[in-house]
């Protein structure tokens, strides 16, 4: 390297970072280079260390064998059960109130929840309430003197910003790591019910769920929540939770000590070129279709019909039916959305207001769906094929297998996958009861 490269590189890389991540810091010989160090300093006390106390059931498959458990006289109910103990990470977003947020899965069946502050202090946290779907948890604890991280607006993060991860990976205490955003709006992961993660390669280890993902103003962009990880550590792939649907779901927990999300009440299906080329729409048509209108939903109220194409929600394109069932998914009940679809090859707009899911028919329709979400089906000749199955997703608990093909459901002929989704939308049990072709067998699949 040149001389003049090794003046201007240290002077190009500050003037590139915001002013507030690289105020000089002094090597020691005189010379000044750019340091993440005082955008940290106000950040890392709004950052705090979980540790979670929990109470297990034990599966001994000695408890297993009804001779062993007649033998030793055990009783028919008894579960053996083991205290554990594990550690994440949250971030304080009200200092006044002790508000602080983290992942539903970081304290999932908590006994107790004690709060390590960055000065030392530990304190005991109270559960106000959580979002599995989203997979967020508020917790409250009584402490003076804290610090409260600023909230960014999410969807300003482009792809290639500097982000910076804080947590506590494998319980060793706050640690800081670097990278950038390497994708946005991440779905189909089966991590959670509602999925737009911010993608990242700043390294996210066990411990940094429910820690903070902030940029280079030291703001919170999302929170850390998964990653993807083979061998049991970071690869470079990490997964967060945006701001604006974390913040969506905490407003409410604050509010009602839960979510109440509203529903269009709609069964929707990506575009794909054959459906539309059988829509006569152009080969590259994007969006959500619907192919089935629940009774009585906020979308039958709305005039919303089967075959109507969505395209797009208050003027937000719609281009998968994952990022309808997200932008909806962070709505009220009782929240009106402008929705804008194709029908007949013609746009209109209708307004719709989203309601609960009170009766009985819509409540059991969503959960005898959601019992096959994660298979991914194709209508063939002879029925609907199962194509594959999505990893830690429901349908990998119902037996289902690729390749098997469904013919029937709860004793109904299934030709198509609108005829799956029509008669489990119109079931009045939460059980399914599929025939299936295996092969060369044919054998019912009773799913519970």
Not at 102 to 109: C, L
Not at 225 to 246: E, V
Not at 257 to 280: H, K, Y
Request: proline share 4%.
């Amino acid at each position: 390297m040149n001389l003049l490269a090794k003046i201007l590189l240290p002077l190009l890389i500050a003037l590139s970072l915001p002013a507030t991540a690289t105020l000089p810091v002094d090597d020691g010989n005189g010379r000044q280079l750019p340091s993440l160090a005082p955008m940290l300093e106000s950040v890392t006390p709004a950052v705090v260390n979980i540790s979670v106390t929990a109470t297990r059931t034990v599966n001994n498959p000695l408890l297993n064998d009804p001779f062993f458990r007649h033998f030793f006289n055990v009783p028919r109910d008894y579960k053996p059960q083991q205290r554990s103990v594990s550690a994440g990470s949250g971030v304080i977003i009200d200092a006044d109130k002790g508000i602080v947020m983290t992942n539903h899965h970081v304290i999932k069946d908590a006994d107790e929840i004690t709060i390590g502050l960055a000065d030392g202090r530990s304190v005991k946290a109270e559960l106000i309430g959580s979002d599995p779907e989203v997979d967020i948890a508020v917790l409250k604890i009584e402490a003076d003197k804290l610090t409260a991280i600023r909230i960014a607006n999410s969807d300003a993060l482009r792809v290639g910003d500097f982000v910076v991860a804080i947590g506590n990976p494998f319980g060793l205490g706050q640690t800081v790591t670097t990278g950038i955003v390497s994708a946005l709006g991440r779905m189909g992961l089966s991590i959670e019910g509602y999925e737009n993660f911010i993608q990242t390669d700043a390294s996210i280890n066990p411990g940094n769920s429910g820690g903070a993902l902030v940029n280079l103003h030291g703001e919170l962009v999302g929170i850390n929540t998964a990653i993807i990880a083979p061998a049991g550590g970071n690869i470079g792939i990490g997964f967060a939770i945006p701001t604006n649907m974390a913040m969506a779901s905490k407003q409410q927990i604050l509010e009602y000590g839960e979510v109440r999300r509203g529903r269009l009440g709609v069964f929707i299906q990506d575009m794909t070129p054959a459906l539309s080329d059988a829509f006569g729409l152009k080969k590259n048509q994007r969006g959500a279709l619907v192919s089935q209108v629940e009774p009585g939903s906020a979308a039958e109220k709305a005039g919303i019909q089967a075959e109507d194409i969505i395209i797009a929600v208050d003027d937000k394109p719609v281009e998968k039916s994952a990022e309808l069932r997200n932008y909806i998914g962070m709505k009220r009940i009782g929240d009106k959305v402008n929705v804008s679809l194709l029908r007949d090859g013609k746009k209109r707009t209708v307004t719709v207001s989203l309601r609960e899911a009170s009766d009985e028919q819509g409540t059991t329709a969503a959960t005898a769906v959601k019992k096959l979400e994660g298979a991914q089906l194709q209508d063939t000749a002879e029925g609907v094929r199962v194509v594959a199955i999505e990893r830690n997703s429901p349908a990998l608990q119902t037996g289902l297998q690729p390749g098997d093909v469904i013919v029937g459901a709860n004793r109904q002929r299934v030709a198509t996958i609108a005829d799956l989704q029509s008669i489990l939308g119109n079931s009045r049990s939460d059980n399914i009861l599929l025939q299936i072709r295996r092969g060369s067998a044919s054998l019912f699949l009773v799913i519970r």
